[in-house]
């Protein structure tokens, strides 16, 4: 089936630095979303990615779907202590009617104060 | 508000119990969703149904069944718990393409 390999596994860096990761597949996605999870809490939805090339805002976030279809990155800028948690990366696969969302391995960051 | 919500946060439970994990969503959605997480490897489908009384094995079923006989419940069955199946367990759903909504997991302890 379809798999996402998602990097780095664990990021630990200092409040106010930058941060990047990303999210490749052996497989075309039509979507790209980006989710966030909270420590003791359900993933929530930071960003979706509709077409190839684009490039997405929101806030300190932004994320880009990449020209081949087959990767995503997510940036965040100038982290502050709130950021910590794990970023997955997910795409859809259609089956029977039903979107299905295939995840990546997670991304979990660590913030120094 | 819309919600997920999952009956448990925390459970143990003993090896060979059979143990039912309860999801209710309130948003009228046809889909939904189990996931279990486990550090490393992400989030795993296990089972989904897209309707009442409809199911469909995801990737790894094995040591699990499902039931949803309301659209707004869809409960997770371990029907004799081993040690490996100790994980955070996620219920989802989302109507048509829509996005997923999570409720908030349910970290489950088999002993």
């Known amino acids: 089936g379809q798999q996402l390999n998602q990097s780095p596994q664990s990021m630990f860096i200092q409040e106010g630095e930058d941060v990047s990761m990303n999210c490749t597949s052996s497989?075309?996605?039509?979507?790209w979303l980006w989710y966030k999870q909270d420590p003791g809490e359900g993933p929530v939805l930071l960003i979706a990615?509709?077409?190839?090339?684009e490039l997405t805002s929101n806030g300190r976030l932004t994320a880009q779907f990449g020209i081949t279809r087959k990767d995503s990155f997510l940036n965040i800028s100038a982290s502050i202590p709130s950021d910590v948690g794990i970023y997955f990366c997910?795409?859809?696969?259609?089956?029977?009617?039903?979107?299905?969302?295939?995840f990546g391995q997670g991304t979990r960051l660590t913030i120094n104060p | 508000d819309v919600k997920v919500t999952q009956s448990s946060r925390y459970l143990v439970k003993r090896t060979g119990e059979k143990v039912f994990l309860e999801c209710v969503q309130d948003?009228?959605?046809?889909?939904m969703f189990w996931y279990r997480q486990d550090p490393g490897l992400g989030l795993r489908l296990i089972y989904f149904?897209?309707?009442?009384?409809?199911?469909e094995k995801g990737d790894i079923p094995e040591g699990y069944s499902v039931s949803r006989e309301k659209k707004e419940r869809f409960s997770l069955i371990l029907e004799s718990a081993s040690t490996n199946q100790t994980s955070m367990y996620l219920c989802?759903?989302?109507?048509?393409?829509?996005?997923?909504?999570f409720g908030s997991g349910t970290r489950l302890t088999i002993v």
């Open positions: 997910a795409g859809p696969s259609l089956i029977q009617g039903a979107q299905k969302l295939v």
């Open positions: 497989s075309i996605f039509n979507t």
């Open positions: 990615l509709y077409k190839a090339g």
């Open positions: 948003m009228d959605h046809e889909n």
């Open positions: 149904s897209y309707d009442v009384k409809m199911k």
């Open positions: 989802a759903s989302n109507t048509g393409s829509g996005g997923y909504t």
